[in-house]
């Protein structure tokens, strides 16, 4: 630590209703400019390889952390989703830092995923001392809700609320009855049980007395623990990081491709790593080794960011006004842009081949090959025997493990489909979006599509690269559900992201369709009174129709 620096506990910051909240400042011993990171985990338990109070106060700034309202130290009244009020917090918590002696008058907002959400509400409301954004793995409600097709993050939402209720009850002891401590325990211990009931009212966690949150709404994906904020309302340089595993990759790009569009004139940047929505950003993700140049501690991802916000603050900084940094994986090497995608990619399509099901794999060919018959490929789903989650863009809160984790499994189910090219005789570079067109028909009104873009290694492993659901009665309006007459036909398209993965020679590159994929994703029941077992779905695919659409990096940057 740096030896002039000091650190002072319990610090206290008043929000303009007159409610205290306290954090915790490490100071140089001179006046500095100030990060401030805000959340309600625990001031004292942040763990993050993006940017910790101890790289800001070594770097010369000072590092100042601070509990949400009602949340471990601070006072006032914690809710679940109350998120005009951390808009309010983090605008006055800003104001606060840059009025302190120890605080030159810089103040910059950082975090990570609800924390980097907080950066990103409190800098939407323009403190006037604000001067940057370090901000990862961030989202809106509405790029959430869009990136999942109208569905819900089961797993997601079920282990966050359990992670709050522990803190809930631990502050609330009139509430701390056997019943409720029991319950809480059996939560943690067995999330999976809870998630599987049926129907939705009936999941445990709707029991727990006196909780601040409507469970079985949620659950019932009626309402919504995400915030709206807008890229273009923040007029000062950000930073925003993710990976391409992490849960919200799209939505962090966006922030960056729609904030650089509105403000050319503010630095922006973006770090896209091979990493997980987690906190560790490390080199080996699900089961693959990326090197060690992957990981955030290898290319100094904490010391990158410090640095940007020092050059933004120079009087004439050499500073390129956008950078985009991401890791190619498959060649597992850094790449550099001042966009994103790179400008030099081209769209390509690829024609699905009937012939999958039961463990066979379709084709897929380049648009231009017109081999093979057009067809049906059909598979049943069983809502009550989902295909259950494994690797890809996943949440660790619960028991699941996110990254590149082998669907061998999967393809062999009788309700997946899946389509591979033949093994590639040049390496492919996918730099970019991913969509995925399909035509299918229904015996029922509705279901999902999940499909996921895979690359099949000569060594027969099938790894998730990138992934997209719709809730087909929300394929035209994520507002206004509109069921699918069994038997009639619709175009889909279904958005997979994006992503920076080289598909070798040899390799074949390859997609997946099923209909769920939980409990990352919820069970669709929509389509059952909650009164009964929920009924199998067959659903088609058409193969005339069905296209898969991928940005590819061509030429020399693709070798």
């Known amino acids: 630590m740096n030896p002039d620096a000091s650190w002072h506990s319990d610090v206290e910051s008043p929000m303009r209703d007159g409610v205290v909240l306290r ?49 471990f130290g601070s006072d006032g009244t914690w809710k679940p989703i109350m998120w005009d ?26 975090g990570t995923s609800y924390g980097g959400i907080l950066s990103m509400l409190g800098a939407a409301t323009r403190p006037p001392h604000l001067a940057g954004v370090a901000a990862a793995m961030v989202t809106t409600g509405s790029r959430d809700r869009a990136e999942m097709g109208g569905a819900l993050r089961l797993d997601h939402l079920f282990g966050w609320m359990i992670y709050m209720a522990a803190d809930w009850l631990a502050r609330n002891p009139e509430y701390a009855d056997a019943d409720n401590v029991a319950l809480l325990g059996s939560l943690f211990a067995d999330p999976m049980a809870a998630m599987r009931s049926w129907p939705p009212s009936a999941n445990p966690l709707a029991r727990l007395r006196g909780f601040p949150l409507d469970v079985e709404q949620l659950l019932a994906g009626a309402g919504t623990t995400l915030p709206e904020w807008a890229p273009e309302a923040i007029e000062v340089p950000v930073f925003v990081s993710t990976g391409w595993y992490d849960v919200y990759a799209s939505s962090t790009i966006d922030t960056f491709t729609a904030g650089a569009a509105a403000h050319p004139e503010v630095p922006y940047r973006l770090v896209i790593g091979p990493w997980a929505h987690t906190g560790p950003l490390q080199h080996i993700q699900g089961e693959v080794n990326f090197g060690v140049s992957a990981s955030a501690a290898a290319i100094g991802l904490p010391t990158r960011q410090l640095e940007f916000f ?15 940094d991401y890791f190619l994986m498959g060649a597992d090497e850094w790449r550099s842009d001042d966009r994103w995608p790179p400008r030099e990619v081209v769209s390509q399509r690829f024609r699905l081949i009937c012939g999958a099901g039961e463990g066979r794999a379709g084709g897929l060919v380049s648009e231009e090959n017109r081999q093979g018959e057009d067809g049906i490929d059909t ?39 899946h389509y591979l090219t033949a093994p590639l005789e040049q390496a492919v570079d996918v730099v970019g979006a991913v969509s995925m067109t399909v035509c299918v028909s229904l015996d029922r009104s509705d279901t999902d599509l999940f499909i996921r873009l895979i690359d099949r290694h000569p060594d027969g492993r099938l790894l998730p690269v990138a992934e997209g659901n719709t809730r087909v009665r929300f394929r035209d309006d994520l507002t206004t559900a ?78």
Not at 312 to 323: M, N
Not at 495 to 522: C, E, Y
Not at 552 to 559: H, K, N, T, V, Y
Request: charge should be neutral.
């Open 23 to 71: 954090g915790d400042l490490w100071r140089p011993a001179r006046p500095a400019p100030v990060v401030i990171f805000r959340t309600p985990y625990g001031r004292r338990k942040i763990s993050s390889d993006v940017l910790r109070p101890m790289d800001c106060v070594e770097s010369g700034y000072a590092a100042f952390v601070q509990d949400t309202r009602g949340r």
């Open 85 to 110: 009020q951390e808009a309010l917090d983090t605008h006055d918590t800003v104001e606060w830092a840059a009025a302190q002696p120890w605080c030159d008058g810089t103040v910059i907002l950082a």
């Open 310 to 324: 020092r050059r933004c603050a120079d009087t004439a900084p050499v500073l390129p006004s956008r950078q985009v």
């Open 379 to 417: 598979y049943v789903h069983d809502p009550l025997s989902p295909v259950p989650s494994r690797g890809g863009r996943l949440l660790h809160l619960g028991r699941l493990a996110p990254g590149p984790i082998d669907l061998g499994r999967h393809c062999a189910r009788a309700d997946t489909l």
């Open 482 to 559: 509109c069921p699918l007459p069994p038997g009639e036909t619709a175009v889909i398209t279904v958005d997979l992201g994006n992503t920076a993965q080289r598909f070798a020679v040899g390799h074949q590159l390859g997609v997946l369709v099923t209909s769920s994929n939980f409990p990352h994703v919820d069970r669709n029941f929509d389509i059952a009174p909650v009164t009964v077992d929920p009924p199998p779905v067959t659903v088609s695919l058409h193969t005339a129709g069905s296209m898969l659409t991928l940005d590819i990096l061509p030429g020399e940057r693709s070798r």
